[in-house]
């Protein structure tokens, strides 16, 4: 089948890979001239493990390219998905602009009926919209649109593999066939597909998300407490998370949830909730808990030092996870400018993602492109985003190379037992400081 995608971004980037891999001939559309000069050379304009490969080969099979032009994009698409960005506007909602931009392009170049499914994720009603919008384009031609709202639960950091193994295929369809032709679309996978109407599909992406920072938050509030009482929110997790009924996933403690998702889509569910009259409760306080845990790491250094005024730290890890770098509403950068408003002198280092953060960060904060080089006389380390290579690191490292061998790790990432045997000083969240 032949398919268009408009925005590649992660999502739209990796709906065109994927259908492309599956056989299908996809172009993929965007209106970043510079993003799509790159991709037609075969350079995916993001760090993602496995997409490079995946790309090129495709592109060289030519069932893949990209074009900033949508009357090109769109003729003879059997389908036109939607994969422009729905950031957060200045209430806190889903800012529509793009995809309305998108809308009205798509109905201005196509030249028969379309489907069109959208992959964006957007508030409950928006695809009653999106059809309108792209039928007032088509009102004085007899083509019509329809459209199916197909959200995406990719995680960035794994999205080759999310793609392909995805859990479920969530197609919400008001028209049976287009709903059928999507579902052929994704065929090849395999996957367990879950047809439901328009309006619940774009709602299981909301509660989705929802419910997953939910589980952040929590297990979180029992790290403050489980400090607070002298247990370890590690043993407690692992042995929550043995019960079917909670899972492991999404109970590790940290300093709070960050990226282009969890955030923007917690709030825009909120208000959502706040336009129909009801107020959602439990998401209030799931956002409260993840703004106190973005502050964790700093109050654990003021209580060791007293002040951090004039010390130098060290910050492992700047994008919001590990395997991206992706900088978008990245606890780091919350982190480091607490720290320079402190006082501080910051060093960091993150294996991929010093070009992206070096335009979001201060000037004063000194990026440094190799592990042992950003420990180099640093008074204490801040572990903030939890890569492989920190993981793998000799933990001795911090003490021979910083003044006194004092790690805060934010992501739980080693055991209270290696950080013994390294002879660190170990703070991490809801467990027992190491000294
Ligand atoms: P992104 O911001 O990375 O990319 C959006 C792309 O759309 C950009 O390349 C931009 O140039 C392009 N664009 C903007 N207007 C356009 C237009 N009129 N026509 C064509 N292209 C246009 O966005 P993203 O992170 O891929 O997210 C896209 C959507 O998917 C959002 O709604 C997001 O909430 C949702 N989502 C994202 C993820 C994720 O992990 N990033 C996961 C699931 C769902």
Redesign the pocket.
């Known amino acids: 089948m032949k398919a268009a995608v408009?925005?590649?971004?992660?999502?739209?980037l990796f709906t065109g890979v994927i259908l492309s891999e599956l056989g299908h001939s996809v172009i993929c559309?965007?209106?970043?001239r510079g993003?799509v000069a790159l991709m037609d050379m075969g350079q995916p304009p993001i760090h993602e493990p496995g997409l490079a490969p995946m790309m090129k080969k495709n592109l060289e099979a030519g069932r893949l390219c990209f074009t900033t032009d949508y009357e090109e994009g769109c003729k003879g698409a059997d389908a036109i998905f939607i994969?422009?960005?729905?950031p957060e506007d200045k209430n806190g909602r889903a800012d529509l602009r793009?995809v309305r931009?998108?809308c009205m392009?798509i109905g201005r170049a196509v030249t028969s009926d379309v489907t069109v499914v959208t992959?964006?994720?957007?508030p409950v009603g928006t695809n009653d919209l999106i059809k309108d919008w792209i039928n007032f384009e088509l009102r004085d031609s007899s083509f019509e649109a329809s459209v199916v709202s197909n959200?995406?639960?990719?995680?960035?950091g794994s999205a080759v593999h999310d793609s392909l193994y995805a859990d479920r295929v969530i197609i919400g369809a008001d028209d049976q066939n287009a709903g059928d032709l999507v579902e052929a679309l994704y065929f090849p996978l395999n996957l367990p597909v879950i047809r439901t109407d328009i309006r619940s599909a774009e709602m299981i992406k909301y509660a989705s998300n929802a419910f997953l920072a939910m589980k952040i938050s929590f297990i979180n509030e029992i790290a403050q407490l489980s400090e607070r009482i002298g247990a370890d929110v590690e043993e407690v997790a692992a042995g929550m998370g043995k019960d079917e009924r909670i899972g492991s996933r999404f109970l590790q403690a940290g300093i709070g949830y960050g990226g282009?998702?969890f955030p923007?889509?917690t709030k825009a569910l909120k208000g959502m909730a706040g336009d129909m009259g009801y107020s959602f409760k439990l998401l209030d306080a799931v956002e409260q808990v993840n703004m106190q845990q973005q502050t964790v790491l700093v109050e654990k250094a003021l209580n060791r030092f007293g002040s951090v005024d004039g010390l130098r730290v060290t910050v492992l890890g700047l994008s919001f996870k590990p395997n991206t770098d992706d900088m978008r509403e990245a606890p780091s950068v919350v982190i480091i400018n607490q720290l320079l408003a402190l006082g501080a002198h910051v060093s960091a280092y993150d294996p991929a993602a010093a070009a992206k953060a070096k335009n979001i960060l201060p000037s004063s904060v000194r990026l440094v492109h190799e592990l042992e080089l950003s420990l180099y006389n640093s008074d204490f380390v801040f572990l903030v985003t939890d890569w492989a290579e920190f993981k793998r690191m000799d933990l001795r490292k911090v003490k021979w190379y910083t003044k006194q061998g004092i790690l805060f790790d934010g992501r739980n990432i080693f055991s209270s037992e290696e950080a013994r045997q390294a002879g660190i000083e170990y703070h991490s969240i809801g467990r027992p400081v190491i000294y």
């Not at 992959?119 to 957007?122: A, L």
């Open positions: 408009a925005g590649t971004g992660y999502v739209g559309i965007d209106t970043d993003k994969a422009v960005g729905t793009f931009e998108a392009s992959k964006s994720t957007v959200p995406e639960f990719l995680r960035q282009s998702c923007k889509d």
